[in-house]
């Protein structure tokens, strides 16, 4: 299985708080992202990054910010916390190459946050 | 409104019984992707589909990707508890390295 870890794995916290998550990768893929995964709304996309410091907003960025300082690390930042961000929140890597020309993703196993 | 219609968004069926679950676009695609999600873990790539007409089988799984690369089929022979999940397709976006995903259809086997 690819490496990539996502930490904390669940993490419950009040509104106006700010959260960091945090995705690890050790396959030196170019490719990041940072999906939330709500109930009727499949997976849907927060912010991506396509290499160290390039990063680009997704369908639901508002009230998120990301970084990414090294190829390894994708951290996701809630600046203040509100409960309409209580989701499953899914990083995922690729590294874009395949004979196809599709994106293919490998995910981490979710952090679930819980804003009270 | 979704890039990605999937139906039906839930489904219930008894072990040993077929059953075919869509994703459907009015836009065309020059791939698919589909993917299993099991409880509390991270969605699993099943099968890439990338051309129009294109049949894939994985063991008891058959995906097939529109003539016209708008639409897409899975169609499972036999169902399995096993095969309980979410079903989600996706496609990546024209330009982009980013995928966008349907709302997927959760899969319920009974034994």
């Known amino acids: 299985d690819a490496g990539i870890t996502q930490s904390p794995r669940h993490k419950v916290t009040e509104t106006g708080t700010p959260v960091t998550l945090r995705c690890h990768q050790t396959?030196?893929?170019?490719?990041m992202y940072w999906y939330r995964q709500d109930p009727g709304h499949g997976l849907r996309l927060i912010h991506y990054s396509y290499g160290v410091k390039d990063t680009d907003k997704g369908e639901v960025s508002d009230g998120y910010s990301v970084s990414r300082s090294k190829t390894e690390d994708f951290l996701l930042t809630l600046e203040s916390a509100t409960s309409s961000q209580t989701s499953v929140y899914f990083c995922?890597?690729?590294?874009?190459?395949?004979?196809?020309?599709?994106?293919?993703?490998?995910f981490g196993a979710g952090s679930r946050l819980t804003v009270l | 409104t979704q890039l990605l219609e999937q139906s039906p968004q839930f489904l219930s069926i008894q072990e040993g019984e077929n059953l075919t679950v869509y994703c459907n676009s009015s836009s065309v695609f020059s791939s698919l992707q589909w993917y299993r999600q099991e409880p509390g873990e991270g969605p699993v790539l099943l099968v890439t589909v990338v051309t129009g007409g294109e049949v894939k089988k994985l063991k008891r799984l058959t995906f097939q990707f529109g003539d016209a690369r708008k639409d897409s089929s899975l169609h499972i022979t036999a169902a399995q508890p096993g095969d309980t999940g979410l079903y989600l397709c996706?496609?990546?976006?024209?330009?982009?390295?980013?995928?966008?995903f349907g709302q997927g259809t959760r899969l319920t086997i009974n034994p």
């Open positions: 396959e030196n893929h170019r490719y």
């Open positions: 995922a890597i690729s590294d874009a190459r395949t004979d196809s020309g599709a994106n293919v993703l490998t």
């Open positions: 996706a496609v990546r976006i024209q330009g982009a390295q980013k995928l966008v």
